[in-house]
């Protein structure tokens, strides 16, 4: 999907649900669509205020939400209990590696990995619809600061 056929796709989603176009909207539709962060609502809202000041919490959370429901953003839960989101360009599917010490995230695809999980599911006679692999430990930076201290 383009930035166009995303917009398309968003206000055909805000006309099914019978709810109005609106500027505010607009504005955290376009600052979404141009991110490419893992961000919870604080972090959107932050981003949105910079272009849009009079905007709040609740609109951006709805608005997320309705990105969501449209596909073109995707919730991440990372287990420390802040919910995240990020802006699902094209079709590509990714990965997660979680680093557990300063919460970086690095995104990765494996052709092998997603291959097998494939062949997994079908042994199990299973149709996979969706999946998510995350893979948490320590990043290659506090791996190193780890080894200076010691
Ligand atoms: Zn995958
Ligand atoms: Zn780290
Ligand atoms: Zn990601």
Redesign the pocket.
Known sequence: MDIRAEKDKFYAKLGEKGLKATTQRADILDVFLRSKQ?FNIEGLLAMVRRKNPRIGYATVYRTLKLLTECGIA?E?DFGDGQTRY?HMTGDAH?D?LICLECGG?V?FENERIEALQDEVASRHGFEVMHHKLELYGICRQCASKRDKKR
């Open positions: 893992h995707c991440r990020e990714h997660h995230i995104e």
